[in-house]
């Protein structure tokens, strides 16, 4: 059966790729060829995909079903029904949370998750989200080349690079992304020009890299964080665009007046920031804000008057606070979208 040749590293990204074309030949398994893949290809793929090598490699077919099947340790029998049943996977880095009772075990665990998934690299534990910079920390359970979590991921046909034991990502936010693109194209459409963005809470920039692909709306690019490796991920993610490391309370010393649309993505202070950032807007004309908060359910009208209260200079032209989901009991996940114009 042909197979496309693909660098490990992209396996995921490839993957996806001859799946959305129909490309990929379902239900065989991926070959490891040392530094590189075998990807099964459909009989309707095209002789020549890209420069990769195609070969010949027999089609990997019947293996265990799931990666419970292949540890080899003999986890006691009450054990086994803690096996975590779900993960995430970034890229190339699994992420999977080990109970405390399965701690024991939990090198082989990441090793029969490594051999199950073909695009996996490295398997982390994740032992809870830390500090300010809301990174993960990662324990490394197995790895089959380096150890380093800095992988790329691909999201609505934009690829990246992001590193889950380093700085904040989350593609579980990648609808919200769709959603500044279309505050974006609209905020043009009104302004009858392009517009300057500006992300100070821009992780490793997942909103502005869709936003680069659109010159026709979009102007100058403005995103920082205050995390160095997220700074440092942003200006590879971002080459052509203003990227820095700098604390977003301070930022509009440095760039007053920058942007037309400004995106608070910080959910536990998002409304306290608000009138520490209202100096990166432009004045006189319509500008938006779109933001993200964390708030108990019953206090999204607070939210909103403390909004108010913050722009009470402004002149507000639509204020949208929006349940979008629930974070814990009791607490919601809610999308803040302004207009106003500055004086
Ligand atoms: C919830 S994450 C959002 C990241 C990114 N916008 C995304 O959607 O993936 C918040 C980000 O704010 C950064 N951060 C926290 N405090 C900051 C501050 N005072 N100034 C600038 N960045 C800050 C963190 O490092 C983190 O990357």
Redesign the pocket.
Known sequence: MRHLRVPRRETSLWRDKLASNGWLAEGHGIHKLGEFTGIPLSEGAPSKIDELEMIELEPLTSGPKHWTERISEDIPVALRELLPMSHDQIGDVIIVKIPDELEPYSKSIGEAMIAQHPSARIVCADNGVKG????RDLAVLAADETESTRTRVREHGNVFWTDPGL????PR?AN??LETIECARNLSLKLGRRISVC?????????LVPLTKLPEIVDEIYA????PH?AELLQLNLPNQHTRC????T?SAELPECCDLL?V???H?CIE?IPHLLGLLKKGQEVAIRG?AIIPAESLQDAEAEIRNHLSKSEVLSLEVKSKKSYASNIEYVGIEVHLVRS
Not at 246 to 249: Q, S, V
């Open positions: 300010n910079f809301r990174v700085v904040y990502y989350s936010l919200e992304r992300d100070p809470y821009a992780g490793v920039g997942p909103a920082s964080d205050l995390n997220a700098a604390d977003a309370l930022l995106l993505n910080l959910p202070d920031h993200w």
